[in-house]
């Protein structure tokens, strides 16, 4: 749904009442809310450069109601509003102090605040500053002034951590580049979000963390604040570098011995999370510290996730390994193959801390092999072993959390990597669910070009077939071995 067809659906839930507009540009906006012909729209701007839509309920004027002393002037028709749309290019401070104008008068509505997500200035100097507020799929933000129902659960504990690689013995070029400030400028989504969230830090990074952290989110709020070393894996980084001599792999310089245990340290700080678990959650997440850096339609998509309430281990899957290539560890970790993603992913404690086990069992059992140079090439050993524990979505890196409730952003990537490699491995497992996800998206509207949904369809019919006949095989072979054993 687009920000104007959301428009013109709340205008439509109104009659007889005034709505106000602040940014009309093309007059495209205005349009929209002045569906409803009983309704009457006030429309602000400091220019008028384009022909406007003439509508008779839509009235437009050249004033700043970004100007305290203008926006006193129409402030009967304001605060009597059934809602306010603003659509301005801003950094964010006049939006807040506009807000604080509303709530200082006792404004009952609320306010549609458009591109609050893709501009950094604007998430940081206003959105992250207000408390009653949420997201919606159109990519507006919605703040409303008076009692407000909060429809996300609170249940959620969700564990993040930083860490400064710099000051690690093995830090290589790559790793000196991006130094304390890197991630920390990208780390305020992450430390904004409402839920119960427990960072993991150093002495040096906790307050410039705990400063990110809104006041009113300071009671949800648990640092843990500890040395990188202390971390049980930390002490196998000399038995990594041997085994990096032994059998060597191309990766990216960034990937040292060090950024493998950080990764693997992911696991651990779940763990203990959940074994202490200080807000009582039944379902944790993990959020890389840098979220937004994979996109501002990440941490909108965020809102949506806790309604969800997966049971099972849920992370991205994005290319499908085959499964014989998986097996063999020479040929698997001579490259640093992508599969499933770790920057995001949820469970129930229950499935978490079976999967976190799990991960840490196949990194030990690696690296007595020699092998294991990312824990993303460990979640495959994982699955193939447990495919029971996981509930997977789809999409790229980019979508590690926009697609988690369904496919619906580059969505014939699925199709490309997932679903067109599991089902020439002849994994129909895979490709049927992958298949199924996508479908239940493009029928509430995602797009595929024709080409696309062809293969897609071809794809999933064989697969079907395919999967029917390996299923009738078994059952006879299962009859067989039956009928010759009585004892059976």
């Known amino acids: 749904m687009s920000y104007l067809t959301y428009l013109t659906e709340l205008s439509t839930r109104y009659k007889n009442r005034i709505i106000i507009d602040i940014g009309t540009g093309a007059g495209t906006s205005a349009l929209a809310l002045a569906l409803e012909p009983s309704n009457m729209v006030y429309s602000f701007d400091l220019e008028h450069a384009h022909t406007l839509p003439q509508v008779a309920n839509i009235s437009y004027f050249l004033d700043n109601l970004m100007s305290v002393p203008e926006r006193e002037m129409w402030s009967d028709k304001l605060l009597s509003s059934a809602f306010i749309f603003m659509d301005i290019d801003s950094d964010g401070r006049g939006e807040y102090e506009f807000y604080e104008w509303l709530q200082q008068k006792g404004y009952q509505g609320f306010i549609v605040f458009n591109k609050v997500w893709e501009k950094k200035n604007v998430r940081d100097n206003f959105w992250y500053r207000i408390r009653d507020k949420t997201a919606h799929s159109s990519g507006v933000g919605i703040v409303r002034f008076g009692p407000v129902e909060n429809d996300v659960p609170d249940n959620w504990t969700v564990v993040t951590g930083y860490f400064d690689l710099t000051k690690m013995p093995d830090a290589s070029a790559s790793i000196k580049a991006r130094p304390l400030g ?34 009113w989110l300071a009671e949800k709020t648990k640092y843990v604040v500890m040395s990188f070393e202390d971390f049980p894996l930390s002490k196998y980084r000399s038995k990594i570098l041997e085994n990096r001599v032994k059998h060597p792999y191309n ?23 959940m074994a202490e678990n200080p807000f009582n959650s039944t379902q944790f997440a993990w959020l890389n510290i840098c979220i937004e850096r994979m996109g501002w339609r990440n941490v909108m998509s965020l809102e949506d996730v806790w309604r969800c309430q997966r049971e099972k281990f849920s992370t991205c899957y994005i290319d499908y390994q085959r499964e014989s290539l998986v097996r063999n560890l020479p040929e698997y970790f001579k490259w640093g193959r992508c599969s499933m993603c ?34 993303e090439q460990l979640f495959s050993i994982v699955y193939f072993d447990n495919r029971e524990i996981f509930d997977v979505y789809y999409g790229d890196y980019q979508q590690m959390v926009t697609n988690y409730v369904e496919p619906k952003e580059r969505t014939y990537e699925p199709v490309r990597l997932l679903i067109q490699h599991s089902y020439d491995a002849g994994d129909y497992e895979v490709c049927l669910k992958g298949c199924e996800a996508v479908l239940a998206a493009v029928k509430k509207g995602t797009h595929l070009e024709g080409w696309q949904l062809e293969q897609l369809m071809k794809v999933y019919n064989n697969c079907l077939t395919y999967s029917s006949k390996s299923c009738k095989s078994t059952n006879h072979t299962l009859s067989s071995k039956n009928q010759e054993s009585p004892s059976a």
């Open 182 to 215: 890197h991630y920390l400028a990208s780390a305020k989504s992450t430390m904004c979000v409402e839920q119960n969230l427990v960072v993991y830090c150093e002495p040096h990074t906790v307050e410039p963390l705990r400063a990110m952290r809104p006041a």
């Open 251 to 273: 990766f990216d310089d960034r990937n040292t011995a060090s950024y493998y245990l950080l990764c693997m340290a992911r696991y651990a700080m779940l763990k203990q999370t």
């Open 342 to 375: 770790s920057g995001f992913f949820t469970g129930s404690a229950t499935y978490m801390k079976l999967f976190c086990d799990k991960i840490e069992e196949a990194f030990m059992k690696m690296l007595e092999l020699g092998y294991g140079h990312a824990d």
